[in-house]
């Protein structure tokens, strides 16, 4: 199909970020966890890391289907809707462990790139099943939207816990 094979390159690139960004992912933990355990940390990472894994692991499942050689795009388009729907239910389950977590109160930039804005990106996956199946072109574009978003908040998220544990968690461990 030309309009899915017209993707490639874009989901090849946002597909590869995504699967080094993982592995980084893994490699901070790793160093992370050479701190001290806090109260409530294993709340907190269900709150604050693994968000950031889950969204890059949607970017590059998306990018997977979308490499794959499908015959049309009325399953793809299917598959964009469910990854949208599941996206939109992990979500309400962030917003959740983002109550309940006692390590760290959640300011207003928290709620937006942890919930606010994954969810606005997976709406547009899941509506994206339904344009994509009527309008291939532009159904692809609003997918391509979906994964950038996921991809940077991502980012942004994986940037905020890591300065949070060097310049917060560490400096108040040597203080005290």
Same mark, same amino acid.
């Given at each position: 199909? /030309? +309009?899915l094979? @017209? %993707? @490639?390159?874009?989901? $090849?690139i946002v597909g590869s970020s995504a699967g080094a960004l993982i592995g980084l992912q893994f490699v901070v933990i790793t160093l992370i966890a050479e701190l001290p355990i *806090? *109260?409530?940390a294993a709340q907190a990472s269900g709150a604050f890391s693994t968000p950031s894994v889950v969204h890059f692991a949607v970017v590059l499942l998306l990018s997977a289907l979308i490499s794959a050689p499908w015959r049309g795009i009325a399953? $793809?388009?299917v598959t964009f809707g469910l990854l949208g729907l599941g996206g939109i239910a992990y979500s309400i389950v962030v917003a959740w462990r983002l109550r309940v977590q006692t390590a760290y109160k959640p300011v207003v930039a928290d709620w937006l790139s942890y919930v606010v804005v994954p /969810? $606005?990106?997976y709406v547009i996956l899941a509506l994206s099943a339904y344009v994509a199946y009527r309008h291939a072109r532009a159904g692809m574009f609003l997918v391509g939207g979906a994964a950038l978003v996921l991809l940077f908040v991502g980012i942004y998220?994986? %940037?905020? +816990?890591v300065t949070y544990h060097v310049f917060v968690q560490r400096r108040q461990e040597t203080k005290g």
């Open positions: 199909m /030309s +309009t094979h @017209e %993707w @490639e390159s874009f989901y $090849v *806090r *109260r409530g399953t $793809v388009a /969810s $606005v990106a998220n994986a %940037w905020d +816990t």
